[in-house]
């Protein structure tokens, strides 16, 4: 809480924070920050679904080998731990 505080003296000292260039700052990420977040959905989202859907499609043409691999099998009052 200190340091915080005297580092605001510091600048308000300073005045480096004036409010015109906090204005243009804002107006400047109100324009670009949304402009930023839609061109990024509307590429990413499409690209990430895509992603998953190759990746599922290879996951299941090649299916992970358990043949030789120790397996744990947790809840075995029930299901399938009651059976083995």
Not at 14 to 42: C, E, G, R, W
Not at 74 to 82: D, H, L, N, Y
């Given at each position: 809480m200190i340091i915080y505080s005297f580092s605001f003296l510091i600048f308000k000292e300073q005045d480096i924070y004036s409010n015109t260039s906090l204005d243009?700052?804002?107006?400047?990420?109100?324009?670009?920050f949304p402009l930023v977040s839609i061109t990024l959905f509307v590429i990413l989202v499409p690209a990430f679904w895509l992603f998953n859907l190759l990746r599922f499609c290879f996951k299941s043409v090649y299916p992970k080998e358990l043949a030789g691999k120790v397996i744990l099998i947790t809840g075995a009052s029930t299901g399938i731990g009651e059976r083995v």
């Amino acid at each position: 809480m200190i340091i915080y505080s005297f580092s605001f003296l510091i600048f308000k000292e300073q005045d480096i924070y004036s409010n015109t260039s906090l204005d243009m700052i804002h107006a400047i990420l109100n324009v670009v920050f949304p402009l930023v977040s839609i061109t990024l959905f509307v590429i990413l989202v499409p690209a990430f679904w895509l992603f998953n859907l190759l990746r599922f499609c290879f996951k299941s043409v090649y299916p992970k080998e358990l043949a030789g691999k120790v397996i744990l099998i947790t809840g075995a009052s029930t299901g399938i731990g009651e059976r083995v």
